[in-house]
């Protein structure tokens, strides 16, 4: 799932207070369906806190742009060709230190800014959806798979990240903040280090952005053992729930990998190596949602 935002009328954004990359270099990209609105939107912005200063990803009239603003200079790369409103694409800004800014559309280079990026200004929360934490310029339309990086990511990275390969892919030892926006949580979870969003005024979910999902690395074992894990999904009444989606994370970082439907009788189960821990997370939407939703912690082994 992605999240969909409903622009200034809805007033809708996630936060929380901290900036994932308070001084530069940093990247910041996301999956983004263009809703088609005039004027500028912004995407993921790290500011100080209610305040309008700090990196920027952004749109204008489309367009991507990448930005940095210290309350007087506003250092940008924007992009000259609009996303395809209505349909599902990738936007990214590179902002280095102290100088250049690139703006990406679907993984090509689409603006650039060769100026000085260093600014007198430390981010302390990071806002999506919305320009700070107290509103400013809402986006309209769905967002998926933001992730930020303090590194300055090069073009054929950016471009891996465009063609649906998944952030937790892509320099992962300079990721800082993995958000898949998948419409089910509240806070939105953060798989990589933990810093959930918040949501503003409910912005609602929506079908996901065409990634791929990364595969699954366990540790290496001694032995070809697999354990089977199985359950039941059920309300609060203990009725089985069928057609239940389930994922499965792996306990040690969070990192979802492999997901099921439960059966007509909500029965589901993973084949997994013996001697990791792992847990499912289940879920049905209905209306309302579905009482009772099962989050229990499994062990193979």
Same mark, same amino acid.
């Given at each position: ?7 200034a009328g809805a007033a809708q954004l996630l936060t929380v207070n901290v900036a ?29 806190? =209610? ?20 309350? +007087? ?18 936007a990214a800004a590179v902002i280095n230190a102290p100088s250049g800014i690139v ?11 060769? =100026? ?65 926006l998948l419409g089910q949580y509240a806070p939105e979870i953060d798989v990589w ?29 001694? +032995? ?50 013996? =001697? ?23 062990? =193979?082994?």
């Amino acid at each position: 799932m992605a999240r969909h935002f409903g622009g200034a009328g809805a007033a809708q954004l996630l936060t929380v207070n901290v900036a994932a990359t308070p001084a530069l270099p940093c990247t910041m990209a996301c999956w983004v369906k263009y809703g088609g609105a005039t004027g500028g939107e912004f995407l993921i912005a790290q500011t100080e806190v =209610g305040v309008h200063k700090g990196f920027f990803l952004n749109l204008l009239d489309g367009k991507v742009v990448g930005q940095t603003y210290d309350g +007087s200079s506003t250092p940008n790369a924007t992009g000259v060709t609009p996303l395809v409103a209505g349909v599902w694409g990738h936007a990214a800004a590179v902002i280095n230190a102290p100088s250049g800014i690139v703006a990406y559309r679907n993984g090509v280079a689409d603006g650039t800014y060769a =100026g000085a990026t260093t600014v007198a200004t430390t981010p302390a929360e990071t806002n999506i959806g919305a320009g700070t934490s107290v509103a400013r310029l809402y986006f309209t339309g769905d967002l998926a798979e933001a992730a930020i990086w303090n590194v300055a990511l090069t073009a054929d990275l950016v471009a891996g990240l465009a063609r649906g390969v998944s952030p937790i892919q892509i320099r992962p030892e300079a990721l800082v903040a993995y958000w898949p926006l998948l419409g089910q949580y509240a806070p939105e979870i953060d798989v990589w280090r933990g810093r959930g969003l918040t949501l503003v005024n409910a912005p609602t979910a929506a079908a996901h952005a065409p990634v791929i999902l990364p595969i699954p690395a366990f540790p290496k074992r001694t +032995s070809n053992v697999i354990y089977h894990i199985a359950g039941v999904t059920k309300d609060l009444a203990g009725n089985p729930i069928a057609g239940a989606t389930v994922k499965l994370f792996r306990s040690s970082d969070d990192v979802k990998l492999f997901q099921t439907v439960s059966d007509g009788v909500g029965a589901y189960s993973f084949d997994v190596p013996g =001697g990791v821990q792992f847990y499912c997370v289940a879920y049905k939407s209905g209306a309302p949602d579905v009482a009772g939703t099962t989050i229990n912690t499994l062990t =193979g082994a």
